[in-house]
């Protein structure tokens, strides 16, 4: 089994709709995603998936409403879903897995929101 992992960031604002704290008021963070993708063997050219098509497609998704954006603004995080580090994972991994070839599993992805702070989301 062969695993890689392709970090991409971005930044945006959130706000955290019920929290009693300074999370509660608009802030931004220079978020860091790491996908983590395995395969059983490679391709013909030894990679489990070239890590330029794993940045481009999760750039298509960061880039729809996520990047320089207030998170809170874009459904589903503007009324059904906290945008904390967790549930912006679990959001990337489903919507990541869906855009990835067929002969490579998606494991798992990473959300920073912070050097120190990090959410994981898999299946």
């Not at 970090?7 to 509660?24: E, M, N, P, W």
């Not at 991994?93 to 989301?121: H, M, N, R, T």
Request: net charge negative; aromatic share 14%; proline share 6%.
């Amino acid at each position: 089994m062969y695993r890689i992992g392709k970090t991409v960031s971005f930044d945006s604002a959130h706000y955290l709709r019920g929290y009693i704290g300074k999370c509660a008021r608009l802030h931004g963070h220079r978020w860091e995603v790491e996908p983590t993708i395995s395969r059983i063997d490679t391709d013909e050219l030894g990679m489990v998936i070239d890590f330029g098509i794993v940045k481009e497609k999760l750039k298509e998704i960061i880039d729809y409403h996520f990047d320089h954006y207030c998170i809170n603004d874009f459904p589903p995080f503007n009324d059904a879903l906290n945008p904390t580090a967790e549930n912006i994972a679990a959001y990337l991994y489903q919507q990541l897995k869906l855009k990835l070839p067929p002969q490579v599993k998606l494991d798992s992805i990473k959300v920073w929101e912070s050097p120190e702070a990090w959410a994981e989301y898999k299946e």
